[in-house]
């Protein structure tokens, strides 16, 4: 296994994959290295056997390794010289980063997390679920997909591993980043679309917004549906989930 492998020669990868930034600012690019290792990934991961767990998570770490390389590059970026946006927030707020969270439901969370160590679950699925240098606006996308994933056909017992990741999303020392990322868009809105009319930036963010409240909304009732409302996790039984909510 490579769990142990140094994040050197990631930080310099190239980046091709771009992203708007406002007006005046820098565009912020995604390397393009992170882009072909996120497809090798998915590909392969979906493909192995049982027995190549090997191979599974060799593939992960590439892509947690390469995310890492990201991240420390954020936790050093001077603001002051340079573009306040990073590649890992770029990379957060992307489509890349939901459908790498769907493919980490849909194809390691029932079949391949079981197998992993306590440091692998952490590094290799929780981190990109839970770890707190996540911008706010990524909690956003990590509920969503999660809520999402209610609705999708599977076995009881996925169901359950489901309501279990999303009471985990939920439970009360998160609310406060919940909250943030419910209003995360107004300023993320902001800076990626001040070429347009003010009218127009308004109704994207109002949009996104109150998807986002649709989504939090509908959590008790999916979740209370998906498990057949047997054994519902406290946090999110309908009357503790709204009381919770309004005391954040």
Known sequence: ???????????????????????????????????????????????????????????????????????????????????????????????????????????????????????????LFDFFFFSPTLPYIACRTGIEVVTAALKEPSAAADRREIAVLLHRLMMADNRKQVIKALWSDQDSETCSVTKQPRQNMTTTVDQRFQGFLRCLCSIPSRVANAVAGQDIPATLETSNFFKCRSSS
């Open 1 to 123: 296994m490579t769990s142990t492998r140094s994040v050197t020669g990631v930080s310099g990868m190239s980046s091709t994959s771009s992203s708007t930034a406002g007006e005046g600012s820098k565009p912020v690019s995604i390397p393009q290295q992170l882009i072909v290792l996120l497809q090798q990934a998915t590909r392969t991961v979906a493909e192995a056997q049982s027995h190549e767990i090997d191979t599974v998570v060799e593939q992960l770490t590439k892509v947690k390794l390469a995310v890492a390389a990201l991240e420390i590059e954020a936790q050093t970026h001077d603001a002051s010289q340079h573009n306040p946006r990073t590649r890992f927030q770029a990379f957060s707020q992307s489509r890349h980063f939901r459908s790498y969270l769907q493919f980490l439901i849909r194809e390691v969370l029932f079949e391949w997390r079981p197998c992993f160590s306590d440091q692998q679950k952490d590094n």
